[in-house]
């Protein structure tokens, strides 16, 4: 029988799981496998990966070796293991003894471990896996609040079709909070923490009006979503910035989520810092600059209805609202 490998972990248990060590691991293995010209075969967990090879799935007359890769070796799904492919050759690599005379450790032919009891540690094989290639980081920024919009509300069902959506890209996504707590450690106790997670950022994915302006801020670009039907204060923000990557939640849909992706990962990063420059350069562009005078005016209105509302100026010259 032409020698076959099953390649199998934590990664292969349904109620394991899959960490980004782990997989690079695998992949290095992987590669050495290739180079050698050995065929192999993954066995995946289908809670991890549904359309792959599974665990339960697997002839286990098809293989000459099965090959333990990664984590520690204890349990009893590994013995399982054991049991299962009794008729091949098991090896375990890159994997950590806890007790050398676990069931689940001497069930192995040979153990190549990355560290065990009196052996010299190795260095763990995710550290010489082959280089993965680079993924924007989005950082997501979402509300589910401001119940002031009423009936008008969209909230839930914007941040479901957008997270939806973010699952299926090739993307490193952070979820982030603007809200500040000293005491949550989990949570930025001031706005420069924020500000220098999001500087961070290639993206920001947000329904939120200072996800947007504390990106361009930043100078990072800004996918915006106005979740209250209609439109609202996120509109009017990226309308006053003059920041065009943003859909109403009337008009949510897929085709326009990649069209702003691509062009916010591409064109939007030159349109982000000089959105930025202009924030710098113009520092008195916001309604502080009325407030002075403001306070020094007699309010006749106070008491006897609603104040005057300023409608504000006109546009910069040279800022497209």
């Given amino acids: ?62 293989y000459t070796h099965l090959v333990f890769v990664c984590g520690p ?44 009891p009196a052996a010299e540690p190795e260095p763990d094989l995710a550290a010489h896996a082959p280089a ?66 999001l500087a961070r950022m290639d993206l920001v994915v947000t329904d939120r009006l200072h996800g947007l302006v504390l990106a361009l801020r930043g100078g990072v670009p800004a996918l915006a979503v106005d979740p209250v039907a209609g439109g609202a204060k996120l509109t009017a923000q990226a309308d006053a910035c003059g920041w065009p990557a943003l859909v109403p939640v009337d008009r949510l849909s897929t085709r326009r989520l990649d069209h702003w992706w691509q062009w916010c990962l591409t064109s939007g990063r030159v349109a982000a810092r000089q959105v930025r420059r202009e924030f710098l350069e113009e520092p008195d562009a916001d309604s502080a600059a009325g407030l002075v005078a403001a306070l020094s005016e007699p309010l006749e209105t106070v008491g006897t209805g609603s104040p005057p509302v300023d409608r504000g100026t006109a546009p910069s010259p040279g800022r497209t609202r």
């Avoid at 972990?9 to 997989?23: K, M, N, P, Q």
Wanted: charged share 30%.
């Fill in 73 to 116: 070796l204890h349990g009893s799904q590994v013995k399982e293991l054991h049991r299962r492919f009794a008729h091949c050759v098991r090896i375990a690599v890159g994997t950590s003894v806890l007790d050398v005379q676990d069931p689940a450790v001497t069930g192995f032919h040979r153990v190549l471990p990355r560290d065990a």
């Fill in 132 to 197: 993965e290639p680079a993924t924007p980081v989005v950082g997501v920024i979402l509300t589910h609040g401001q119940h002031e919009y009423g009936a008008r509300r969209r909230h839930g069902e914007a941040a479901e079709e957008l997270t939806r959506w973010l699952k299926e890209k090739d993307c490193a996504r952070l979820e982030l909070e603007t809200r500040l707590d000293s005491r949550d450690w989990r949570l930025c106790a001031t706005p420069g923490q924020v500000q220098s997670v």
């Fill in 1 to 62: 029988m032409r020698e076959r490998v099953l390649l199998t972990g934590w990664f292969s248990f349904l109620d394991g799981e899959a960490t980004a060590g782990d997989v690079l691991a695998l992949r290095r293995v992987e590669d050495v496998l290739r180079q050698e010209g050995i065929d192999y075969d993954v066995a995946w967990s289908a809670g991890f990966r549904p359309s792959a090879l599974h665990l339960d799935d697997v002839r286990p007359l098809a």
